[in-house]
């Protein structure tokens, strides 16, 4: 069932139902692309040009926040929010324990410690129940992750930051256009921080990131931050860095932030039709979501819990469905953080889920013939 790319190097491989397959959108909308990408070019603006201010624009409109401000990376926005509100050493923060490792970077390379906490295993998102038990009088912010595609209730958190004295981080970086009652994730908190990875909902073609803010001085503060601490050349306000979102990136995201809702349809109808064609499956369980939230959750990725989760990812990929793990180490388990102790056993249910879980194919563009392909291989691994 896979087949060898055609003029390609012999021995490539092409799946027949790939993870994501971001040439296929390329494709569609090259033109455009490459139109945006030559003018860059063309107009030699490649730092902090104009398509870097009209996409930061763009995305405060779309957001509803005042101010965007655009950085190299995911990593780098929540690491630069989380510095510019003035997280440092001896501070603790919380964060789930099943996330991408980057939320606990951000934290860990500002001399703070990454503070994990347990996951709801219906929506798979920091559980307050456990984040409250982990606090100490050292805890200073909360950095909720919006994980694949799903907004956190926010006013629970707004309301258990506020009660405990706590910063509010938002990672956003799996869930541009997400919505909690009607309000879009990343502008509930202090800051909002997303990636443009090229595989996210809105990607660009290399690495990206921004802040939201309401605040205006922290948007200030990072203004100058991103740019070796200057605003202007040769005033340098602070010991800022080089972390910029360039103009072609910039360039890229201009022409796609307006399919970004379509996009995101897209993605849920994907994942209703996983789900109605999988429930009652015996040994797979579906992620819980309300099937007619279209505006709200965003659908990153498509998550389902499974018995021998390795064996039907061994069987899916022999069939050539690409699928994925989110995340196969839970944050406390890293080798990288095992200076802090933490616990094996101390996550009951992100270290369960972390065995469990896998992500199927997921994209805007993916046919109904590989959906149907997925769901056929599942349930026959399942021998329903
Ligand atoms: C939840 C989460 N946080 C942070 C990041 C880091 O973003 P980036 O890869 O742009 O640095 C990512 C994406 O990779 C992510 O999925």
Same mark, same amino acid.
């Given at each position: 069932?896979?087949? +060898?790319?055609? =003029?390609?190097?012999?021995?490539?491989?092409?799946?027949?139902?790939?993870?994501? @397959?971001?040439?296929?959108?390329?494709?569609?909308?090259?033109?455009?692309?490459?139109?945006?990408?030559?003018?860059?070019?063309?107009?030699?603006?490649?730092?902090?040009?104009?398509?870097?201010?009209?996409?930061?624009?763009?995305?405060?409109?779309?957001?509803?926040?005042?101010?965007?401000?655009?950085?190299?990376?995911?990593?780098?926005?929540? +690491?630069?929010?989380?510095?510019?509100?003035?997280?440092? $050493?001896?501070?603790?923060?919380?964060?789930?324990?099943?996330?991408?490792?980057?939320?606990?970077?951000?934290?860990?390379?500002?001399?703070?410690?990454?503070?994990?906490?347990?996951?709801?295993?219906?929506?798979?998102?920091?559980?307050?129940?456990?984040?409250?038990? =982990?606090?100490?009088?050292?805890? =200073?912010? &909360? &950095? $909720?992750?919006?994980?694949?595609?799903?907004?956190?209730?926010?006013?629970?958190?707004?309301?258990?930051?506020?009660?405990?004295?706590?910063?509010?981080?938002? @990672?956003?970086?799996?869930?541009?256009?997400?919505?909690?009652?009607?309000?879009?994730?990343?502008? /509930?908190?202090?800051?909002?921080?997303?990636?443009?990875?090229?595989?996210?909902?809105?990607?660009? /073609?290399? @690495?990206?990131?921004?802040?939201?803010?309401?605040?205006?001085?922290?948007?200030?503060?990072?203004?100058?931050?991103?740019?070796?601490?200057?605003?202007?050349?040769?005033?340098?306000?602070?010991?800022?860095?080089?972390?910029?979102? @360039?103009?072609?990136?910039?360039?890229?995201?201009?022409?796609?932030?307006?399919?970004?809702?379509?996009?995101?349809?897209? +993605? /849920? =109808?994907?994942?209703?039709?996983?789900?109605?064609?999988?429930?009652?499956?015996?040994?797979?369980?579906?992620?819980?979501?309300?099937?007619?939230?279209?505006?709200?959750?965003?659908?990153?990725?498509?998550?389902?819990?499974?018995?021998?989760?390795?064996?039907?990812?061994?069987?899916?990929?022999?069939?050539?469905?690409?699928?994925?793990?989110?995340? $196969?180490?839970?944050?406390?388990?890293?080798?990288?953080?095992?200076? /802090?102790?933490?616990?094996?056993?101390?996550? $009951?249910?992100?270290?369960?889920?972390?065995?469990?879980?896998?992500?199927?194919?997921?994209?805007?563009?993916?046919?109904?013939?590989?959906?149907?392909?997925?769901?056929?291989?599942?349930?026959?691994?399942?021998?329903?």
């Amino acid at each position: 069932m896979v087949r +060898r790319g055609k =003029r390609q190097n012999p021995v490539t491989i092409v799946a027949v139902v790939p993870f994501v @397959d971001l040439k296929k959108q390329y494709i569609l909308h090259r033109k455009v692309l490459d139109g945006a990408i030559q003018a860059v070019c063309e107009s030699t603006e490649f730092i902090l040009g104009p398509e870097v201010s009209r996409f930061e624009q763009g995305f405060a409109a779309y957001l509803g926040v005042p101010e965007t401000v655009g950085v190299a990376s995911g990593t780098d926005a929540l +690491r630069l929010a989380a510095g510019a509100l003035g997280i440092g $050493p001896g501070d603790e923060v919380l964060l789930p324990a099943n996330t991408f490792i980057a939320t606990a970077l951000a934290a860990y390379s500002l001399g703070a410690s990454p503070v994990p906490v347990d996951i709801d295993p219906a929506t798979y998102l920091m559980d307050l129940s456990d984040a409250k038990k =982990r606090l100490t009088s050292k805890t =200073r912010a &909360i &950095i $909720p992750v919006h994980l694949y595609g799903r907004c956190h209730d926010m006013d629970a958190v707004m309301h258990f930051a506020k009660e405990h004295g706590l910063l509010v981080i938002e @990672d956003a970086c799996q869930a541009h256009g997400a919505m909690w009652r009607g309000k879009r994730a990343g502008t /509930f908190g202090d800051a909002g921080c997303f990636s443009f990875y090229p595989s996210k909902n809105l990607g660009g /073609f290399g @690495d990206g990131g921004l802040v939201a803010t309401a605040d205006p001085n922290l948007a200030h503060k990072l203004k100058a931050l991103r740019n070796y601490g200057a605003l202007k050349k040769n005033c340098h306000e602070s010991p800022g860095e080089n972390s910029r979102l @360039d103009s072609i990136q910039a360039a890229v995201l201009n022409v796609k932030l307006p399919f970004l809702d379509e996009w995101n349809r897209a +993605r /849920f =109808r994907v994942a209703r039709r996983y789900a109605e064609r999988l429930e009652g499956i015996g040994g797979v369980r579906m992620p819980v979501f309300d099937h007619n939230d279209e505006a709200g959750h965003v659908f990153h990725l498509f998550v389902i819990q499974c018995e021998k989760r390795d064996e039907l990812l061994a069987c899916l990929n022999g069939k050539g469905i690409q699928a994925g793990i989110h995340y $196969p180490v839970p944050i406390h388990l890293h080798q990288a953080f095992a200076a /802090f102790d933490f616990s094996r056993g101390a996550y $009951p249910v992100a270290e369960k889920l972390s065995t469990e879980i896998l992500s199927l194919p997921i994209f805007p563009e993916i046919t109904d013939d590989q959906i149907e392909y997925v769901a056929a291989a599942v349930e026959e691994f399942y021998g329903n």
